[in-house]
């Protein structure tokens, strides 16, 4: 296995399942000392495991990302326990109690428990991050926000708000650390198989055909193709933290399967008619 990223601290969040725990896989197989956390100390413990029987370098750290007292708490045993960061990824991610409602039926506590976590949290730990990869002259911000970034779909206001501030706080990060050598970058994902994309997806279907709706076999299959590998797109993350990605800073980098390219759109277009896509 290449060890690319040997040397390097990386601190990951939303590591109890989905990206999160590709990401750490990728990342620690890859030579690097990786810091997780996550909520969910049962799946954080179990993935430190799994990760240290395979002989890579992980630890998992239990916390509530909305929580500044926590970020800092994370962020300072980082710095204790390895002395340097050099990768943070934003991954931590909140779709809301109710993902699926409409703005007008939204309220401000619907909506802040969103940004709190998808977008606030992300500036935190940004800003956490960036006096010691400041001091060291390196470090790598990823940011992973979505297609919702880029197209507004219905009744999920906060969280396309969120994922749109993530690519502009990537914009200003990348800028604003020119001169001290901190790259930062912003994923356009899309869908990734994780228990909160699917609960989306199933309150989706459910606010179109009924609350008592249960999906078909045929509906989990479809639903699955649409769904990425968190391991194989952890992997392409690790390429883009590499020193090797060294040029590429303040980019915004679709890991979508060609949904904002037009596959969606060129689906809906063909579907039914010859197989053309």
Known sequence: MDSFLEGKVALVTGVSSGLGRGVARAFASRGAAVVGCARRTELG????????????RFHYAQCDVADVGQCEALVNGVLERHGRLDILVNNAGN???RPVQRIEKMTE?????????NLRAAFTLTRLSLPPMQAQRSGVIVNIASINARIGVANMASYNASKAGLVHLTNTTAVENLAHGVRAIAIILGGVTSEMNRSVALEMGRSVRGSDWTPSAEWEARAATGMGDPDEYGRALALLCSDDARPINGAVI???????????ASSMIYLGSAGLI
């Open 254 to 264: 679709a890991m979508d399967g060609g949904a904002t390219a037009g596959h969606i």
């Open 95 to 97: 779709s809301g109690a």
């Open 45 to 56: 413990s179990s993935l430190e495991a799994e990760i240290g029987d395979a002989g890579g």
């Open 109 to 117: 506590t619907d909506w802040d428990a969103v940004q709190a976590v």
